[in-house]
Protein backbone atom coordinates (compact mmCIF):
# COMPACT_ATOMS: atom_id res chain seq x y z
CA UNK A 1 0.00 0.00 0.00
CA UNK A 2 1.38 3.38 -0.85
CA UNK A 3 2.23 5.06 2.33
CA UNK A 4 -0.04 7.97 2.26
CA UNK A 5 -3.22 7.29 3.74
CA UNK A 6 -6.53 8.52 4.68
CA UNK A 7 -7.17 6.53 7.98
CA UNK A 8 -10.56 6.76 8.62
CA UNK A 9 -11.56 5.92 12.69
CA UNK A 10 -15.22 3.59 12.51
CA UNK A 11 -14.67 4.03 16.26
CA UNK A 12 -15.49 7.73 16.00
CA UNK A 13 -17.53 7.95 13.65
CA UNK A 14 -20.53 5.61 15.95
CA UNK A 15 -19.20 8.52 18.87
CA UNK A 16 -20.44 10.76 16.55
CA UNK A 17 -23.51 9.18 15.82
CA UNK A 18 -23.78 8.96 19.72
CA UNK A 19 -23.62 12.53 20.13
CA UNK A 20 -25.68 13.25 17.30
CA UNK A 21 -28.16 11.10 18.67
CA UNK A 22 -28.42 12.85 21.99
CA UNK A 23 -28.70 15.95 20.51
CA UNK A 24 -31.54 14.49 18.23
CA UNK A 25 -33.74 13.35 21.32
CA UNK A 26 -35.38 10.19 19.78
CA UNK A 27 -35.72 11.71 16.42
CA UNK A 28 -34.97 9.93 13.08
CA UNK A 29 -31.62 10.36 11.70
CA UNK A 30 -30.71 10.60 7.79
CA UNK A 31 -26.74 9.95 8.14
CA UNK A 32 -25.54 11.92 4.95
CA UNK A 33 -22.76 9.68 2.57
CA UNK A 34 -23.24 11.54 -0.13
CA UNK A 35 -19.64 12.38 -2.13
CA UNK A 36 -17.69 9.40 -1.10
CA UNK A 37 -19.05 10.38 2.38
CA UNK A 38 -17.09 13.80 2.63
CA UNK A 39 -14.28 11.95 1.36
CA UNK A 40 -14.22 8.88 3.80
CA UNK A 41 -15.17 5.76 1.64
CA UNK A 42 -19.12 6.17 1.39
CA UNK A 43 -19.10 2.08 1.26
CA UNK A 44 -17.18 1.30 4.41
CA UNK A 45 -18.91 3.82 6.64
CA UNK A 46 -22.40 3.51 4.86
CA UNK A 47 -22.09 -0.23 6.59
CA UNK A 48 -20.44 0.77 10.09
CA UNK A 49 -23.71 3.23 9.50
CA UNK A 50 -26.25 0.80 8.60
CA UNK A 51 -24.60 -1.62 11.39
CA UNK A 52 -24.96 0.80 13.77
CA UNK A 53 -28.89 1.59 13.18
CA UNK A 54 -29.10 4.70 11.26
CA UNK A 55 -32.50 5.07 9.98
CA UNK A 56 -31.49 6.64 6.65
CA UNK A 57 -28.56 7.29 4.53
CA UNK A 58 -28.62 10.39 2.08
CA UNK A 59 -27.21 10.48 -1.24
CA UNK A 60 -26.65 13.29 -3.77
CA UNK A 61 -26.67 11.26 -6.94
CA UNK A 62 -29.07 7.61 -7.89
CA UNK A 63 -25.76 5.94 -9.04
CA UNK A 64 -24.31 6.53 -5.42
CA UNK A 65 -27.56 4.65 -4.13
CA UNK A 66 -27.12 2.34 -6.76
CA UNK A 67 -23.15 1.34 -5.73
CA UNK A 68 -24.82 1.26 -1.86
CA UNK A 69 -27.59 -1.30 -3.00
CA UNK A 70 -24.51 -3.33 -5.16
CA UNK A 71 -22.68 -3.82 -1.75
CA UNK A 72 -25.51 -5.09 0.24
CA UNK A 73 -26.88 -2.00 1.83
CA UNK A 74 -30.65 -2.51 2.74
CA UNK A 75 -31.19 0.59 4.77
CA UNK A 76 -33.71 3.12 3.15
CA UNK A 77 -31.21 5.31 1.08
CA UNK A 78 -32.84 8.87 -0.22
CA UNK A 79 -31.68 10.59 -2.90
CA UNK A 80 -31.40 14.57 -2.00
CA UNK A 81 -31.20 15.82 -5.59
CA UNK A 82 -33.70 15.80 -8.31
CA UNK A 83 -33.66 12.63 -10.38
CA UNK A 84 -33.71 12.75 -14.23
CA UNK A 85 -35.89 10.92 -16.10
CA UNK A 86 -33.58 8.20 -17.58
CA UNK A 87 -32.80 7.49 -13.75
CA UNK A 88 -36.35 6.39 -12.77
CA UNK A 89 -35.76 3.09 -13.92
CA UNK A 90 -32.58 2.47 -11.61
CA UNK A 91 -34.48 4.29 -8.73
CA UNK A 92 -37.69 2.12 -8.68
CA UNK A 93 -35.20 -1.08 -9.18
CA UNK A 94 -32.87 -0.24 -6.57
CA UNK A 95 -36.08 0.80 -3.78
CA UNK A 96 -34.18 4.46 -3.77
CA UNK A 97 -36.25 7.48 -2.13
CA UNK A 98 -36.70 10.73 -4.20
CA UNK A 99 -37.17 14.56 -3.51
CA UNK A 100 -39.87 15.39 -5.21
CA UNK A 101 -39.91 18.83 -7.08
CA UNK A 102 -41.31 18.06 -10.84
CA UNK A 103 -44.81 16.71 -11.27
CA UNK A 104 -44.14 15.11 -14.98
CA UNK A 105 -40.82 13.56 -13.70
CA UNK A 106 -42.11 11.98 -10.26
CA UNK A 107 -45.46 11.09 -13.12
CA UNK A 108 -42.59 8.87 -14.92
CA UNK A 109 -41.43 6.90 -11.57
CA UNK A 110 -44.94 6.54 -10.68
CA UNK A 111 -45.79 4.72 -14.08
CA UNK A 112 -42.70 2.51 -13.91
CA UNK A 113 -43.22 1.89 -10.22
CA UNK A 114 -47.22 0.67 -10.73
CA UNK A 115 -46.07 -0.79 -14.14
CA UNK A 116 -43.99 -3.47 -11.50
CA UNK A 117 -46.26 -3.55 -9.17
CA UNK A 118 -44.85 -1.47 -6.58
CA UNK A 119 -44.78 2.36 -5.34
CA UNK A 120 -42.15 4.65 -5.39
CA UNK A 121 -41.26 6.52 -2.55
CA UNK A 122 -40.56 10.71 -2.66
CA UNK A 123 -40.41 13.41 -0.15
CA UNK A 124 -41.58 16.79 -1.28
CA UNK A 125 -38.86 19.22 -1.22
CA UNK A 126 -40.18 23.11 -0.71
CA UNK A 127 -37.98 25.76 -1.05
CA UNK A 128 -38.45 28.09 1.08
CA UNK A 129 -35.37 30.47 -0.10
CA UNK A 130 -32.08 28.36 -0.82
CA UNK A 131 -33.11 28.84 -4.51
CA UNK A 132 -31.45 25.44 -5.75
CA UNK A 133 -34.33 22.75 -6.17
CA UNK A 134 -37.92 22.50 -4.87
CA UNK A 135 -41.40 23.90 -5.41
CA UNK A 136 -42.33 27.24 -4.09
CA UNK A 137 -43.99 27.40 -0.26
CA UNK A 138 -47.02 28.53 -2.55
CA UNK A 139 -47.32 25.76 -4.83
CA UNK A 140 -46.35 22.94 -2.51
CA UNK A 141 -49.98 22.09 -1.30
CA UNK A 142 -51.37 21.92 -4.37
CA UNK A 143 -48.30 20.01 -5.43
CA UNK A 144 -48.52 17.63 -2.61
CA UNK A 145 -52.36 16.84 -3.51
CA UNK A 146 -51.80 15.97 -7.29
CA UNK A 147 -48.52 13.56 -6.21
CA UNK A 148 -51.43 12.11 -4.00
CA UNK A 149 -53.42 10.90 -6.97
CA UNK A 150 -50.64 9.47 -8.81
CA UNK A 151 -50.38 5.55 -9.43
CA UNK A 152 -47.46 4.10 -8.18
CA UNK A 153 -45.97 7.10 -5.72
CA UNK A 154 -46.03 7.41 -1.92
CA UNK A 155 -45.56 10.80 -0.98
CA UNK A 156 -44.00 10.01 2.56
CA UNK A 157 -41.92 13.14 3.65
CA UNK A 158 -41.70 16.98 3.27
CA UNK A 159 -38.64 18.54 3.59
CA UNK A 160 -36.33 21.79 2.49
CA UNK A 161 -32.91 23.14 3.19
CA UNK A 162 -31.56 25.98 4.81
CA UNK A 163 -29.11 28.75 3.10
CA UNK A 164 -27.15 30.02 6.10
CA UNK A 165 -27.16 27.76 8.97
CA UNK A 166 -23.78 27.60 9.66
CA UNK A 167 -24.32 31.26 10.42
CA UNK A 168 -24.78 31.99 14.60
CA UNK A 169 -28.34 33.72 15.21
CA UNK A 170 -28.69 33.69 11.61
CA UNK A 171 -32.28 35.68 10.92
CA UNK A 172 -32.73 33.92 7.30
CA UNK A 173 -32.97 30.44 8.88
CA UNK A 174 -35.69 31.05 11.16
CA UNK A 175 -37.68 32.79 8.15
CA UNK A 176 -36.61 30.03 5.84
CA UNK A 177 -38.34 27.57 8.81
CA UNK A 178 -41.40 29.57 9.35
CA UNK A 179 -42.26 29.30 6.05
CA UNK A 180 -41.67 25.46 5.54
CA UNK A 181 -43.65 25.39 9.26
CA UNK A 182 -46.48 27.27 7.43
CA UNK A 183 -46.95 24.71 4.56
CA UNK A 184 -46.61 21.52 6.68
CA UNK A 185 -49.00 22.96 9.27
CA UNK A 186 -51.50 23.83 6.06
CA UNK A 187 -51.01 20.77 4.82
CA UNK A 188 -51.99 18.71 8.52
CA UNK A 189 -55.06 21.24 8.87
CA UNK A 190 -56.55 19.44 5.73
CA UNK A 191 -55.50 16.06 7.29
CA UNK A 192 -52.55 15.18 5.57
CA UNK A 193 -49.41 14.44 7.51
CA UNK A 194 -46.40 12.81 6.72
CA UNK A 195 -44.15 9.93 7.90
CA UNK A 196 -41.05 12.19 7.84
CA UNK A 197 -40.90 15.70 8.01
CA UNK A 198 -36.84 17.40 8.23
CA UNK A 199 -34.98 20.75 7.54
CA UNK A 200 -32.13 20.60 9.62
CA UNK A 201 -28.40 20.18 8.28
CA UNK A 202 -25.09 20.03 10.65
CA UNK A 203 -25.88 23.66 11.16
CA UNK A 204 -29.29 23.54 12.42
CA UNK A 205 -29.06 20.74 14.60
CA UNK A 206 -26.81 22.46 16.90
CA UNK A 207 -28.24 25.74 16.81
CA UNK A 208 -32.19 25.42 15.77
CA UNK A 209 -33.82 23.20 17.73
CA UNK A 210 -37.11 23.97 16.50
CA UNK A 211 -36.06 22.99 13.10
CA UNK A 212 -35.26 19.19 14.48
CA UNK A 213 -38.68 18.36 12.52
CA UNK A 214 -39.46 14.04 12.54
CA UNK A 215 -35.85 13.61 11.04
CA UNK A 216 -32.50 15.54 10.74
CA UNK A 217 -29.76 15.27 8.18
CA UNK A 218 -26.04 15.68 9.72
CA UNK A 219 -23.33 16.17 7.32
CA UNK A 220 -20.08 17.09 8.19
CA UNK A 221 -21.27 16.56 12.39
CA UNK A 222 -20.93 12.83 11.38
CA UNK A 223 -17.48 13.03 10.34
CA UNK A 224 -16.34 15.07 13.36
CA UNK A 225 -17.02 18.93 12.74
CA UNK A 226 -19.34 21.15 14.84
CA UNK A 227 -20.78 24.21 12.96
CA UNK A 228 -17.56 27.16 13.48
CA UNK A 229 -19.80 29.45 16.32
CA UNK A 230 -20.07 26.35 18.30
CA UNK A 231 -16.68 25.81 20.34
CA UNK A 232 -18.08 23.24 23.07
CA UNK A 233 -18.78 20.30 20.83
CA UNK A 234 -17.62 16.81 21.61
CA UNK A 235 -17.18 15.42 18.00
CA UNK A 236 -14.36 13.48 17.03
CA UNK A 237 -12.92 13.76 13.36
CA UNK A 238 -12.81 10.69 11.59
CA UNK A 239 -10.62 11.33 8.54
CA UNK A 240 -6.17 11.67 9.37
CA UNK A 241 -4.48 12.44 5.72
CA UNK A 242 -0.94 10.56 6.56
CA UNK A 243 2.22 10.25 4.80
CA UNK A 244 6.04 9.64 5.35
CA UNK A 245 9.53 11.52 4.01
CA UNK A 246 10.16 10.22 0.43
CA UNK A 247 13.78 12.46 0.43
CA UNK A 248 15.72 14.89 2.79
CA UNK A 249 18.31 16.89 1.46
CA UNK A 250 20.27 20.00 2.65
CA UNK A 251 19.81 23.98 0.91
CA UNK A 252 21.90 26.90 1.36
CA UNK A 253 20.83 30.31 1.85
CA UNK A 254 19.41 31.78 -1.03
CA UNK A 255 18.58 28.49 -3.33
CA UNK A 256 14.48 27.75 -3.44
CA UNK A 257 12.33 25.48 -3.81
CA UNK A 258 9.97 24.34 -6.16
CA UNK A 259 8.11 25.13 -9.50
CA UNK A 260 8.07 28.92 -9.98
CA UNK A 261 11.18 29.33 -7.21
CA UNK A 262 8.27 31.11 -4.79
CA UNK A 263 10.16 30.14 -1.60
CA UNK A 264 13.57 31.16 -0.62
CA UNK A 265 15.74 29.88 1.94
CA UNK A 266 16.71 32.40 4.73
CA UNK A 267 19.83 30.13 5.71
CA UNK A 268 20.86 26.63 5.32
CA UNK A 269 18.51 24.76 6.25
CA UNK A 270 17.05 20.90 5.34
CA UNK A 271 14.35 20.40 3.19
CA UNK A 272 12.22 17.28 3.35
CA UNK A 273 9.80 16.24 0.61
CA UNK A 274 6.70 14.34 1.10
CA UNK A 275 4.38 12.85 -1.64
CA UNK A 276 1.42 14.41 -1.25
CA UNK A 277 0.17 16.96 -3.78
CA UNK A 278 -3.09 18.63 -5.65
CA UNK A 279 -3.62 15.26 -7.46
CA UNK A 280 -3.90 13.76 -4.13
CA UNK A 281 -6.75 16.21 -3.44
CA UNK A 282 -4.19 18.67 -1.05
CA UNK A 283 -4.63 21.82 -2.69
CA UNK A 284 -2.43 23.94 -4.21
CA UNK A 285 -3.80 26.93 -3.08
CA UNK A 286 -2.10 25.98 0.57
CA UNK A 287 1.23 26.73 -0.44
CA UNK A 288 2.83 29.01 1.62
CA UNK A 289 0.33 28.97 4.16
CA UNK A 290 0.39 25.17 5.15
CA UNK A 291 1.89 23.47 8.13
CA UNK A 292 2.07 19.38 8.88
CA UNK A 293 3.06 17.71 11.52
CA UNK A 294 6.70 15.35 12.14
CA UNK A 295 7.93 13.97 15.04
CA UNK A 296 4.86 16.06 16.80
CA UNK A 297 6.12 19.41 15.62
CA UNK A 298 5.18 21.75 13.16
CA UNK A 299 6.85 22.94 10.04
CA UNK A 300 6.05 24.85 6.94
CA UNK A 301 4.99 23.28 3.72
CA UNK A 302 7.38 25.49 1.85
CA UNK A 303 7.29 26.02 -2.21
CA UNK A 304 4.81 25.16 -4.94
CA UNK A 305 2.70 22.34 -3.92
CA UNK A 306 3.00 20.00 -6.66
CA UNK A 307 0.76 17.45 -8.29
CA UNK A 308 2.55 14.07 -6.46
CA UNK A 309 4.35 16.00 -3.58
CA UNK A 310 5.24 18.51 -1.56
CA UNK A 311 7.90 20.31 0.40
CA UNK A 312 9.12 20.99 3.94
CA UNK A 313 11.32 23.51 5.64
CA UNK A 314 12.44 21.29 8.93
CA UNK A 315 15.21 23.68 9.68
CA UNK A 316 18.23 22.15 11.18
CA UNK A 317 16.23 19.05 13.10
CA UNK A 318 17.25 15.50 12.74
CA UNK A 319 14.72 14.44 9.97
CA UNK A 320 14.66 11.40 8.24
CA UNK A 321 13.24 9.01 5.03
CA UNK A 322 10.11 7.28 6.45
CA UNK A 323 9.13 9.33 9.49
CA UNK A 324 5.96 9.85 9.59
CA UNK A 325 4.13 12.98 8.64
CA UNK A 326 0.82 14.07 9.46
CA UNK A 327 -1.30 16.48 7.06
CA UNK A 328 -4.24 16.20 8.81
CA UNK A 329 -4.71 14.77 12.21
CA UNK A 330 -2.47 14.45 15.76
CA UNK A 331 0.67 13.18 16.39
CA UNK A 332 2.55 13.03 20.08
CA UNK A 333 6.16 14.42 19.99
CA UNK A 334 9.03 12.06 22.13
CA UNK A 335 7.67 13.75 25.12
CA UNK A 336 4.23 12.53 24.37
CA UNK A 337 2.95 15.81 24.04
CA UNK A 338 0.02 16.25 21.41
CA UNK A 339 -0.22 18.26 18.56
CA UNK A 340 -3.22 18.12 15.94
CA UNK A 341 -4.32 19.66 12.45
CA UNK A 342 -7.77 19.16 11.50
CA UNK A 343 -9.87 19.90 8.34
CA UNK A 344 -10.50 23.32 9.57
CA UNK A 345 -7.57 24.11 9.85
CA UNK A 346 -6.60 23.55 6.78
CA UNK A 347 -9.73 24.78 5.59
CA UNK A 348 -8.85 28.23 6.88
CA UNK A 349 -5.31 28.31 4.85
CA UNK A 350 -6.82 27.12 1.54
CA UNK A 351 -9.62 30.16 2.55
CA UNK A 352 -12.14 27.49 2.06
CA UNK A 353 -14.53 25.05 4.11
CA UNK A 354 -13.94 22.02 5.69
CA UNK A 355 -16.36 20.20 3.49
CA UNK A 356 -14.00 20.43 0.57
CA UNK A 357 -10.82 19.70 2.30
CA UNK A 358 -12.51 16.06 3.31
CA UNK A 359 -14.39 15.55 0.06
CA UNK A 360 -11.39 16.62 -2.42
CA UNK A 361 -8.95 13.83 -0.80
CA UNK A 362 -8.65 11.90 -4.59
CA UNK A 363 -9.16 8.31 -4.65
CA UNK A 364 -5.92 7.63 -5.19
CA UNK A 365 -5.14 7.92 -1.49
CA UNK A 366 -5.86 4.64 0.06
CA UNK A 367 -8.51 4.60 3.15
CA UNK A 368 -7.17 2.51 5.91
CA UNK A 369 -10.42 1.49 7.76
CA UNK A 370 -9.60 1.45 11.97
Known sequence: M???????????LRWNLSQLRHRAEGRKIMAM???NAY???????????????VDMLGVAFADEGVTLREQGIVVPIMVLTPTMADEARIVVDNALTTV???FDQVAALGTLAAEGGTKAIVHVY??????????????????VHALDRLPGIDVQGICTHFATSDEAHSGFLLEQLESFRTVVATLSSAGRTFVHVHAANTGAIWQAEQALCTMVRPGLS???YAPPFDDAMTMRPVLSLETKVLSVRRIRAGETVSYGRRYTAPADRTI?????????GYPRKLTGKATCLINGRSYPVVGTICMDECMVDVGDDPVAIGDDVVLIGRQADVDGRIASIDATD???????????????ITARVPRKYV
Request: hydrophobic share 40%.
Open 2 to 12: RCTVARIDLGA
Open 33 to 35: VKA
Open 39 to 53: GHGMIEVSRTLQESG
Open 100 to 102: ACD
Open 126 to 143: VDTGMHRDGVQPHEAVDF
Open 222 to 224: LYG
Open 272 to 280: ATIPVGYGD
Open 346 to 360: VAAWAETIPYEITTA
